[in-house]
T-cell receptor, first 111, second 110 residues
Framework: DQQVKQNSPSLSVQEGRISILNCDYT??????FLWYKKYPAEGPTFLIS?????DKNEDGRFTVFLNKSAKHLSLHIVPSQPGDSAVYFC??????????FGAGTRLTVKP | SQTIHQWPATLVQPVGSPLSLECTVE??????LYWYRQAAGRGLQLLFY??????ISSEVPQNLSASRPQDRQFILSSKKLLLSDSGFYLC?????????FGPGTRLTVT
């Protein structure tokens, strides 16, 4: 069962513009949400997270927004840079032992 | 600082052959450990997780197994590989919150 969904397999953005990656979840028990970035042939690297008690978390060019009522979160990257081109995975967990990942969105930032 | 190692980096195995992938973590004790698989064009599928030595939870029934013989060692095994076992296998650890991933093993079953 897909408890975490990323419905856009790919996204293409011009350098300097905003990238918005979306993620939906179905399990209302999830209380911690994360975004990972993955380059080909490498393990994912942690990017940013947010707990369910917040609705926004910002770290430099990266901001994660959480809408609990809609069970939706998004990652905003602004301004986008070519080095941001990668696959981005959304993840959600409850009690840390059970993290579920979305299928990923491939972001391409064009120079 | 903590580091996580996986080997081998790539592996080509014939159908029906055994498999052993190893993962070790340094710089932390009693981590939660995880095995994931990323099939081509798909997301990360949790295969196994372990909260301590000898404690393994399986998420998906399949011909793979996992063992944790030591606190910071996690092994993924199979007695007979299937073509469908091909994929990118990732080991991860967590203390509390985020998971940190190893470099992965690309397995091709021929």
């Amino acid at each position: 069962d897909q408890q975490v969904k990323q419905n856009s397999p790919s996204l293409s953005v011009q350098e300097g513009r905003i990238s918005i990656l979306n993620c939906d979840y179905t399990n209302s028990m999830f209380d911690y949400f994360l975004w990972y970035k993955k380059y080909p042939a490498e393990g994912p690297t942690f990017l940013i997270s947010i707990s369910s008690i917040k609705d926004k978390n910002e770290d430099g060019r990266f901001t994660v927004f959480l809408n609990k009522s809609a069970k939706h979160l998004s990652l905003h990257i602004v301004p986008s840079q070519p080095g941001d081109s990668a696959v981005y995975f959304c993840a959600a967990s409850h009690n840390n032992n059970d993290m579920r990942f979305g299928a990923g969105t491939r972001l391409t930032v064009k120079p | 600082s903590q580091t996580i190692h996986q080997w081998p980096a790539t592996l080509v195995q014939p159908v029906g052959s055994p498999l052993s992938l190893e993962c070790t973590v340094e710089g932390t004790s009693n981590p939660n450990l995880y095995w994931y698989r990323q099939a081509a064009g798909r997301g990360l599928q949790l295969l196994f997780y372990s909260v301590g030595i000898g404690q393994i939870s399986s998420e998906v029934p399949q011909n793979l197994s996992a063992s944790r013989p030591q606190d910071r060692q996690f092994i993924l095994s199979s007695k007979k590989l299937l073509l469908s076992d091909s994929g990118f296998y990732l080991c991860a650890w967590s203390g509390a919150g985020e998971q940190y991933f190893g470099p992965g093993t690309r397995l091709t079953v021929t």
